[in-house]
Nanobody, 120 residues
Framework: QVPLVESGGGLVQAGGSLRLSCAAS????????MGWFRQAPGKEREFVAT????????DYADSVKGRFTIARAYAETTVYLQMNSLKPEDTAVYYC?????????????WGQGTQVTVSS
């Protein structure tokens, strides 16, 4: 198991912003692609964003393109998800993920999740 610890969730009004953080060990951070997924009540978990282990490649779900930004800070061994222009449909539990692959679209490890609630 690879420890991934999310933080930064909370309640925000529509149009607002939140930044999620995912802290990993140095060994994890230097070897794995990282990503974010989310799961709304009654729905399946869905891909949100991913960043390669080099930080040079990104991918986003169409629903968040232009609003969310994923980044990794090597000194802090932390991956961030900056979420702007939030909508009520962004409400979900957000999960950090790590993958052996070039991207984290098919994760090998998951964090415990952090709740994001966007009020209208």
């Amino acid at each position: 198991q690879v420890p991934l610890v999310e933080s930064g969730g909370g309640l925000v009004q529509a149009g607002g912003s939140l930044r999620l953080s995912c802290a990993a060990s140095r060994r994890t951070f230097s070897r794995y692609a990282m990503g974010w997924f989310r799961q709304a009540p009654g729905k399946e978990r869905e891909f949100v964003a991913t960043i390669s282990w080099t930080g040079g490649n990104f991918d986003y779900a169409d629903s968040v393109k232009g609003r969310f930004t994923i980044a990794r800070a090597y000194a802090e061994t932390t991956v961030y998800l900056q979420m702007n222009s939030l909508k009520p449909e962004d409400t979900a539990v957000y999960y950090c993920a790590a993958s052996y692959g070039a991207t984290a679209t098919t994760p090998n490890f998951w964090g415990q999740g952090t709740q994001v609630t966007v009020s209208s």
